[in-house]
């Protein structure tokens, strides 16, 4: 989508097609992360007049730093120049679903850069071809992460790159490091899907996993 | 450092030796015992390791039954 101001043109995404995983990551860095801290703050804050009053401030900053980190224009000047009213009305006609949980079905095929590249099916069954490696790397980029104090987000090219492959091709643990910088291209809508599919095979697993870590660090009777 | 600092820091490692000294992903192929288990199918590994776990607990309590 286009927006105009002072005689310029400025181009946004307004679907998850248009945006891609280095944007989301890059905006997640400079002001997803501020963001999320302060909206837990007002949370815990005790019910009343100024908790209502700064969840509204903090729904405006939420549309006015998005907007500016979509169009490129810098937010001193975005939240000084540009009508707050234009600026709301975009934001939550084309900007707020960007950043909304996905619903539908969920996918395991997409074409993206002329190729068909596949998710393995999550559900757990005797003819799931997912190998042990591929889940012992996904959990651990996710714990290095975590060590690391990175979020979800860092993670996901990483991850990406481990369950998302060319139709028909086998894991190789070489091909991972060789796609990271292509899997910062992933459109959104695609990489979301790679988030649903995590989270019902970490869910699936995370069960099966549960009864071994019992045990395995239960006190010796 | 306790088992479960211990298995937070060292888990996933932890897991793949516990599968990887079983041998029961081996195969005749001159790779180690590490590699095989890591190509093993995910579904067969976590049914051996929930089975196996499963089969011990079952001894244990076996054992503390005939002490009381």
Request: net charge negative.
């Amino acid at each position: 989508m286009l927006f105009t101001f002072e005689g310029n043109t400025y181009n946004y995404p307004s679907t998850l097609a248009e945006m891609s995983l280095r944007q989301r990551i890059d905006f997640q860095q400079t002001y997803g992360a501020e963001l999320e801290a302060k909206r837990i703050e007002i949370a815990e804050m005790p019910d009343g007049d100024l908790k209502e009053n700064e969840l509204e401030y903090w729904g405006v900053l939420l549309a006015v730093k998005t907007f500016s980190f979509l169009t490129g224009i810098p937010f001193e000047k975005a939240s000084k120049e540009i009508s707050l009213y234009d600026i709301m009305d975009i934001y939550y006609d084309h900007m707020a679903t960007l950043f909304a949980e996905p619903t539908g079905k969920p996918k395991n095929e997409f074409t993206w850069n002329g190729v068909l590249w596949e998710l393995c099916n999550p559900i757990m069954t005797h003819d799931n071809k997912i190998t042990f490696n591929e889940f012992l790397l996904g959990k651990e980029v996710m714990r290095q992460m975590l060590a690391l104090g990175k979020g979800k987000w860092d993670a996901m090219p990483y991850l990406c790159a481990i369950y998302l492959r060319p139709k028909g091709e086998q894991f190789e643990e070489a091909k991972v490091n060789e796609r990271l910088e292509m899997m910062l291209d992933l459109p959104m809508d695609i990489a979301l899907q790679v988030g649903f599919f995590l989270t019902s095979l970490m869910t699936v697993y995370s069960k099966a996993f549960q009864s071994f870590r019992t045990a395995a660090t239960a006190p010796a009777a | 450092m306790n088992s479960k600092e211990h298995f937070d820091k060292w888990g996933w490692i932890s897991f793949l030796s516990f599968i990887a000294e079983s041998k029961v992903f081996d195969r005749y192929n001159g790779k180690n015992s590490i590699d095989n288990a890591k190509e093993a199918n995910l579904y067969q590994v976590l049914i051996y390791a929930s089975e196996k776990k499963d089969n011990e607990t079952m001894i244990a309590n076996y054992y503390k039954s005939l002490n009381k």
